[in-house]
């Protein structure tokens, strides 16, 4: 099947049926518009101002979408690490689409050629290696404790899974060439006081290699 076909068959049925149930959207096009400002912002963390902005809606009508969107599934907000040791921590949560396919149609890249040499490469991957994670947790009934850690100081891991009080850092690099530079950041980790476990970069690497005593690169072929 032809998947623009799909996805825009798919995207009809979730806007005439499925949000009719959750909720009362009047204008199909106005929540079309903030479905494709929502998609292109993947990655990156949720700011309500900017999103209602770019859809022309206002910032309750995009919280109250975005609400919607959680209940059916297609995005997934992470939250950020937060202690009351770490007051310096920044509280929004990053969004991803868990359906990276619709993400792309909604952000209008036409092959995987195209897309991969886009501007949108980064982030989609970004949320694919998220989505794939976070189903692992979820095809087997658990939640996922998944957190993202950035300070004010600029410091920043993508994704921290928290287990048995230990802390696993990982980043998400589009390279097939990861280094030391790659977990700079987990260094900060230390203020935190918990255990930190075993750490790495999911990357493009096609084996999994050393990076640091307690790091090492992960294939995404892996997940």
């Known amino acids: 099947m032809d998947w623009s076909l799909f996805y825009s068959a798919y995207l009809q049925t979730y806007l005439q049926r499925d949000i009719r149930d959750l909720a009362r959207v009047g204008d199909e096009r106005s929540f079309l518009r903030f479905l494709r400002a929502a998609a292109a912002r993947t990655g990156q963390m949720l ?8 859809a022309d809606v206002a910032p309750n009508t995009a919280k109250t979408w975005l609400s919607i969107l959680q209940a059916s599934g297609m995005v997934y907000l992470l939250e950020p690490y937060y202690t009351n040791i770490t007051k310096r921590l920044v509280r929004s949560p990053k969004l991803y689409f868990v359906d990276t396919g619709l993400c792309a ?81 987990f260094q900060a980790l230390a203020k935190l006081d918990r255990p930190l476990g075993y750490g790495g970069v999911v990357c493009l690497a096609e084996q999994s290699l050393p990076l640091a005593a307690a790091a090492l690169s992960i294939p995404v072929s892996a997940l």
């Not at 209008?108 to 040499?117: C, R, Y």
């Not at 949320?127 to 920043?156: Q, T």
Request: aromatic share 12%; hydrophobic share 35%; with cysteine.
């Open 105 to 185: 149609y909604l952000t209008e890249w036409a092959s995987p050629e195209t897309l991969e040499a886009g501007a949108m490469s980064g982030p989609i991957l970004e949320s694919w290696i998220v989505s794939e994670l976070l189903k692992s947790y979820r095809h087997n009934g658990c939640l996922a404790p998944f957190y993202y850690y950035r300070d004010r100081d600029g410091k920043e891991i993508d994704l921290l899974i928290l287990q048995d009080g230990t802390i696993y850092p990982l980043e998400f690099k589009k390279t097939a060439s990861p280094n030391k530079n790659h977990i700079r950041h």
């Open 47 to 54: 700011n309500f101002s900017d999103l209602a902005r770019d």
